[in-house]
């Protein structure tokens, strides 16, 4: 799964990205730091969610960046990617979702 954060603003999108990726996280912590442990993070970035490990998490920026993200994972070898498009009322995520669809569809 690919969570998206549709913001442009690095700091905003990484304060969005650390509630989400916290949420995450927080289920499974030794999981995650031994799975990232494996990807090369130390458990201190994992657990304090440091911006490199949400960089790598959660995919921040227009729909363009949110799109290239969904590529690069189907280049490679991925068959399908999940997107999860996080938002304070359903609505957004909808609005979300209809204008990324054209940018995944596309690449």
Avoid: C, N, W
């Avoid at 304090?48 to 949110?66: E, N, P, Q």
């Amino acid at each position: 799964m690919l969570a998206a954060v549709p913001d442009v603003d690095r700091h905003r999108a990484r304060d969005t990205a650390r509630v989400i990726a916290r949420a995450i996280v927080e289920r499974a912590e030794g999981q995650y730091v031994r799975t990232l442990g494996q990807l090369g993070f130390i458990e201190e970035e994992v657990t304090s969610l440091d911006d490199r490990v949400l960089d790598a998490l959660v995919v921040h920026g227009d729909d363009t960046v949110i799109a290239k993200r969904v590529s690069e994972y189907l280049d490679a070898g991925a068959d399908h990617v999940v997107i999860s498009a996080p938002a304070a009322y359903l609505g957004a995520v909808t609005d979300h979702y209809e204008r990324l669809a054209p940018a995944v569809l596309a690449s």
